[in-house]
């Protein structure tokens, strides 16, 4: 099993990651709270990993926290919920705002993240109620190629996020200014979808 990487950021498409690791390239998909703060591509990065094994597949997926990594496995244990919807999760809300909104059974914010549904997000909240808290209570952090123009980046982002074409295109309409990096819009534009 692979738990930690820590090497050179190779590429950053979100959420695709390459990191080259002694001559080896991992590729990894990482929540966008992970791509946020992740440096520009030839600096050096540690993540924590999740490595999934399917039968028809294997993946693996790259964390800056080791609390997004635990909530990623977390709510892969709620009836219904995998690996797309988990990441869906951390790139709609924060550690402590997902647990606040189970805390608070708030099922309409829930249902603003891209594949929950209103029985999901009923679900999520009975079934993860009692547990976030002490899951989720860890330490804050470990210390290429795609498109240029952000807007565009911004746009695939949502796109592998799960929301549909209008939904991306007016999110971005309302969130990008001239001057914003594509990780800048992503986060206006998930903030917003969350209202």
């Known amino acids: 099993m692979i738990g930690r990487l820590k090497g050179i950021l190779a590429a950053k498409q979100p959420p695709w990651l390459l990191v ?3 001559g080896v390239g991992y ?9 946020f703060d992740l440096p520009e591509t030839g600096h050096e990065v540690v993540l924590f990993t999740h490595y999934a094994v399917k039968e028809d597949s294997v993946a693996l997926y ?16 709620v009836t219904g919920i995998g690996a797309k919807i988990a990441l869906a999760v951390l790139s709609g809300a924060s550690v402590d705002e997902f ?12 249902t603003r993240i891209p594949g929950i549904g209103k029985k999901t997000a009923e679900r999520i909240v009975v079934e993860l109620r009692d547990r976030v808290d002490g899951a989720l209570a860890m330490p804050a952090a470990v210390g290429g190629p795609g498109p240029r123009d952000p807007l565009a980046e ?21 969130s990008a ?9 992503i986060r206006k534009a998930l903030t917003l979808a969350l209202r």
């Open 20 to 22: 080259d690791v002694g």
């Open 27 to 35: 590729e990894l998909q990482a929540p966008m709270s992970t791509v």
């Open 62 to 77: 790259g964390f800056l926290r080791e609390n997004e990594r635990t909530l990623f496995r977390t709510v892969q244990k």
């Open 99 to 110: 647990a606040r909104l189970v805390h608070g059974g708030d099922i309409a914010a829930l």
């Open 154 to 174: 911004a746009t695939i982002a949502l796109q592998q996020l799960g929301y549909k074409p209008v939904e991306v295109a007016r999110l971005v309409k309302e």
């Open 177 to 185: 200014q001239p001057d914003d990096t594509a990780e800048a819009i």
